[in-house]
């Protein structure tokens, strides 16, 4: 029979992101973190360090913010998996951009106590016996209760922790025997100091190692291209493959479902303008505003530096209502006066002069109502400023467009 003693895990140090808040500090999270990193990396250098930025808005304030990069490799062989791991992990951390790369967890060292049922016997114990008041020694025993006012509480006697936790000690932890006397455990055992198992993982029923790593500098995009490129050029044996997960798996899954709603929504408006105006031509020259404005959503972004995410593709989505809004006043407006016998020229000028206040009017509500979400003004703007930036920056351009190329293409197109 053997007794595994299992030293404790490898002190992981967690450090929160989101402290102070933004307002009260000069520097940028990710500036902190990278003169924290080689300052504890030489203070701590055997300790495994992870930067976390800690979710406030979600419930208990305790969730962290997912790993931008996981990759997964599978096979059966878990020792295999082990190597490749190790391989794989070393070319991510030469990639620009990626730090903090945490490979496969390996097991720690262990010690195994195996009683030789011979030695317990001459002393007048079982194997069970030794294993038992080893357990008792190192673990605790229950020796009564305490009674308190309202509940009582378990008493257990055991070694103290400068013995139960110095493994030079353990050795000289006493048995009594049969006959009272106290034999000293290295008497009684054969000791094997080994390495524990590694860190096992499954997903759907299949061994796999993980890797996660974060960025620093460093886009999404970018970063996962290269990673898939040095995967493809890293040769596998037969059965093992790859994946790329993490928060880029969670956008690319996002963004497919973004684009079918966009899709939806913008077949839905088709729709209501076609049985609004009873013709596709205005339909199709309300809605050909939307794409045009997209230019400006994506310049503002490229000129703030804010990555397009799924924050940004809801923008661009709210921009077809938007838009088709404007156009919407205005050309109703001239169809309006068509009815009441107007010429088309005389119609569209007329529109542009009445409904310009109201368009005016829409527009800069909507832009000066996102302008403290574009500032990034209050904790936690910054989830929703891409939003807002995207919006801003369609919503410009597509009044632009709205008032001119709008007007000019329906006068080019209905002209009679």
Not at 83 to 102: P, R
Not at 314 to 322: D, E, K, N, P, Q
Not at 323 to 349: C, T, Y
Not at 372 to 386: C, H, I, R, T, V
Request: glycine residues 8%.
């Amino acid at each position: 029979m053997g007794v595994a003693l299992e030293p404790l895990p490898a002190r992981r140090l967690w450090l929160d992101r989101g402290r102070p808040i933004r307002g009260e500090r000069k520097r940028s999270a990710d500036a902190i973190i990278e003169d924290l990193r080689e300052k504890l990396a030489q203070s701590v250098p055997d300790t495994e360090i992870e930067f976390v930025q800690l979710l406030q808005d979600m419930l208990g304030d305790l969730e962290g913010n997912p790993t931008p990069i996981e990759v997964k490799i599978f096979g059966d062989d878990q020792a295999r998996l082990g190597d490749l791991s190790e391989q794989i992990e070393q070319k991510l951390a030469s990639i620009a951009g990626v730090v903090d790369v945490f490979g496969q967890q390996e097991g720690g060292v262990e010690s195994t106590w195996t009683v030789d049922a011979d030695a317990a016997a001459r002393i007048g114990l079982t194997v069970e016996d030794v294993a038992a008041q080893l357990s008792h020694a190192w673990m605790g025993a229950m020796a009564g209760t305490l009674r308190l006012n309202d509940r009582t509480v378990p008493v257990r006697v055991r070694y103290p922790d400068a013995q139960r936790f110095d493994p030079a000690r353990l050795t000289s932890t006493t048995v009594r025997g049969k006959d009272g006397r106290l034999i000293p455990a290295s008497a009684l055992v054969t000791i094997e100091n080994g390495a524990g198992d590694p860190e096992l993982m499954r997903e759907n029923l299949r061994p796999m190692a993980l890797l996660r790593a974060r960025l620093e500098d460093r886009d999404l995009g970018s970063a996962v291209a290269e990673i898939k490129t040095m995967l493809a050029a890293t040769p596998l044996p037969v059965g093992y493959t790859w994946e790329v997960g993490g928060q880029y798996e969670s956008q690319q899954r996002s963004f497919r479902e973004l684009l079918l709603v966009s899709v939806v929504a913008t077949a839905l408006v088709l729709l209501v303008l076609v049985v609004q105006f009873r013709t596709f031509t205005a339909a199709l020259i309300i809605l050909a505003a939307a794409p045009l404005s997209l230019g400006g959503a994506f310049l503002l972004l490229w000129l703030t530096g804010t990555d397009l995410n799924v924050s940004s593709a809801m923008g661009l989505i709210l921009l077809v209502g938007l838009v088709v809004k404007n156009g919407i006043v205005l050309l109703d407006f001239v169809e309006m006066r068509r009815r009441e016998g107007m010429a088309m020229r005389e119609a569209i000028l007329a529109a542009a002069r009445v409904r310009l206040r109201p368009i005016l009017m829409t527009t800069l509500c909507t832009l000066f109502g996102l302008l403290p979400l574009a500032f990034g003004a209050g904790a936690g703007a910054e989830l929703q400023q891409p939003l807002a930036l995207a919006v801003i920056g369609g919503l410009s351009l597509s009044t632009i467009v709205t008032l001119y190329l709008v007007p000019a293409a329906y006068l080019a197109l209905r002209w009679r």
